[in-house]
């Protein structure tokens, strides 16, 4: 175990690496999306209910399945990758993000709009800053999420931890899927506390 | 002179309601009056009043502010040119006082130094000294302290018209008292037409130049406090001079 961490580590810090930066790639690019879908939801309550039932749908196919769907049209790699990581983190963010501006006191809303703001300035102004705090778990959620769905992403060659635990498995060395599994558990964990102590600090309706 | 505010037939249903929650509503307000609206919750006080800035929309009738049939108006703009104080006071947590209180101005792209001299005017104005009160947060601040930056916000940009929704409900009843004294004193100073819900009887008849009853939806009586009392329409209104007396009576049991 410990002989393999000495001849490989190299071979583990690059696929950590991989792994972080498919996990990124992916996270940069949902939020755009989210983004962009959470300001279309905040029209429309009718259109909110909608966005969520579908992405719920997408989000209960299995990931192995999603990935084989996706080889046809995107091929072997890391764009089905990221797009398939993109799909599930939608439901995870947009459930949060919903319920985190959904959430925002009705009196502090209702004096909003009543002085004047027209509905982007609510966003932007009162409901975002005050909705922070589930937005930053959203975003945990589905980093966490992303992490472990990245792993499977090995089976369609998008390398990371998953293309050492895979070959670990196929050739039987035990070094190889432990380390593969620890270091992709030890990021995942690592991200998670991070992002606790980020909405720590955030916690709504207190002095910043 | 065009009325400050006119209603005219006005009604407004809210969908599975039994009855209008605003019944054919018409009044005419003039610029600088003390309006108070009384009735008991569901009455359509609030209703009504919601209606003067569109947060709600009448089913049919007129409303007419200084003269302008409202619905041509642009409903953002019109809502900051008037000011908003609702009951549970609505501050932004994450903003300071005066933060606060600068929001419709930023919102009107005011200069900086303008708006920062107008915040310390007008917390002066609600009785908080600006140096001490500015900075704070309004978690930082006691349920009146809460309500007079509610007020100095709504204040901000010198509204003709002032919409108070049940502003002292839930504020205790001595700060209630001087809440009520200080406003009073604000209003003779300002000119203002000041339109004021409130659901307490006392309040409704010691702030109010004229007062407005209401009951399911119905505005039964509006007068000034003086003749509403000696000359109360039958019914309703009658029966709630009546009540009003006969709490008087129970607190000269322990004179």
């Known amino acids: ?208 | 002179m065009a009325h400050a505010i006119e209603f005219q037939n006005v009604t407004k249903t809210f969908r599975g309601a039994s009855h209008n929650a605003v019944d054919h509503v018409s009044f005419t307000i003039e610029e600088g009056e003390f309006i108070t609206i009384l009735g008991s919750s569901g009455c359509g006080k609030t209703t009504l009043m919601k209606m003067v800035n569109r947060l709600y929309e009448p089913d049919s009738g007129t409303i007419t502010l200084f003269g302008k049939d409202s619905s041509t108006l642009d409903a953002v703009p019109l809502r900051r040119s008037i000011g908003y104080v609702v009951q549970q006071i609505g501050l932004f947590p994450h903003l300071t006082v005066g933060g606060n209180i600068a929001m419709v101005p930023s919102l009107l792209k005011w200069e900086k130094s303008k708006t920062e001299a107008r915040v310390d005017e007008l917390l002066a104005m609600v009785g908080l000294s600006p140096d001490e009160f500015k900075h704070r947060y309004p978690a930082q601040l006691s349920g009146g302290q809460q309500q007079r930056v509610g007020l100095a916000r709504a204040l901000a940009v010198d509204p003709k018209i002032m919409l108070l929704d049940e502003p002292f409900g839930a504020i205790d009843s001595i700060t209630r008292t001087r809440l009520q004294d200080e406003l009073l004193a604000l209003h003779k100073g300002m000119g203002k037409t000041f339109l004021f819900v409130t659901h307490d009887i006392e309040e409704a008849f010691k702030m109010g130049t004229r007062v407005m009853i209401m009951n399911e939806g119905k505005l039964l009586q509006f007068g000034a406090p003086k003749d509403i009392i000696l000359r109360p329409a039958e019914g309703f209104v009658k029966s709630l001079v009546e009540s009003a007396r006969a709490k008087e009576a129970f607190w000269e049991k322990f004179k």
């Open chain 1, 1 to 208: 175990m410990i002989d393999y961490i000495m001849k490989h580590y190299d071979d583990l810090i690059a696929a950590t690496l991989e792994h972080l930066l498919l996990v990124l790639l992916a996270l940069v690019i949902s939020l755009i999306v989210a983004a962009a879908l959470t300001i279309l939801c905040s029209y429309s309550k009718a259109a909110s209910n909608v966005t969520l039932g579908l992405l719920s749908m997408v989000y209960s196919i299995p990931s192995l399945a999603m990935f084989a769907l996706l080889i046809p049209l995107t091929g072997l790699g890391r764009t089905t990758a990221v797009t398939v990581l993109v799909v599930y983190n939608q439901y995870l963010l947009l459930r949060n993000f919903l319920a985190g501006l959904d959430n925002v006191d009705e009196s502090i809303v209702e004096a909003a709009v009543g002085m004047g703001m027209a509905p982007m300035q609510l966003l932007f102004k009162i409901k975002l800053p005050l909705a922070k705090k589930a937005i930053i778990a959203g975003i945990r959620i589905a980093l966490v999420a992303t992490v472990s769905i990245a792993t499977i992403a090995a089976s369609i060659n998008a390398g990371g931890l998953g293309a050492i635990l895979f070959d670990g498995l196929r050739t039987m060395n035990y070094a190889k899927i432990v380390w593969g599994s620890v270091l992709s558990a030890l990021l995942a964990i690592s991200i998670d506390v991070l992002l606790r102590l980020l909405e720590k600090k955030w916690e709504p309706n207190t002095p910043p």
